[in-house]
Nanobody, 125 residues
Framework: QVQLVESGGGLVQAGGSLRLSCAASGRTFSTRAVGWFRQVPGKEREFVSAISQSGGSTYYVESVKGRFTISRDNAKNTVYLQMNSLKPEDTGVYYC??????????????????WGQGTQVTVSS
């Protein structure tokens, strides 16, 4: 069982930055790929970024490439999402998710088994 807690969301003006954190419980965190997804009311949850178990491989949706950076610190059981040059279309509830141990890093919601409660990111124009 893995519990995930996101933090770092908030209200920011366009062009600003936020850093989201995803803190995980348990001793198997380093064996799990982790993804970030976001959702706005009325729309499906959207893949944003993912990172492999070691952090050696990272993935991004096209719309955030060059602006967002995902990283992880396995010693702290934490994954980060640094978001720069934020745009109003980045607004949404951001969720982190952890996959089964040793599973290949995925970009779909059903690639992940455990989800956090989400943190709201609002970017004003």
């Amino acid at each position: 069982q893995v519990q995930l807690v996101e933090s770092g969301g908030g209200l920011v003006q366009a062009g600003g930055s936020l850093r989201l954190s995803c803190a995980a419980s348990g001793r198997t965190f380093s064996t799990r790929a982790v993804g970030w997804f976001r959702q706005v009311p009325g729309k499906e949850r959207e893949f944003v970024s993912a990172i492999s178990q070691s952090g050696g491989s990272t993935y991004y949706v096209e719309s955030v490439k060059g602006r967002f950076t995902i990283s992880r610190d396995n010693a702290k059981n934490t994954v980060y999402l640094q978001m720069n040059s934020l745009k109003p279309e980045d607004t949404g509830v951001y969720y982190c998710a952890a996959a089964s141990p040793y599973r290949q890093t995925g970009t779909r919601s059903d690639d992940y088994d455990y989800w956090g409660q989400g943190t709201q990111v609002t970017v004003s124009s």
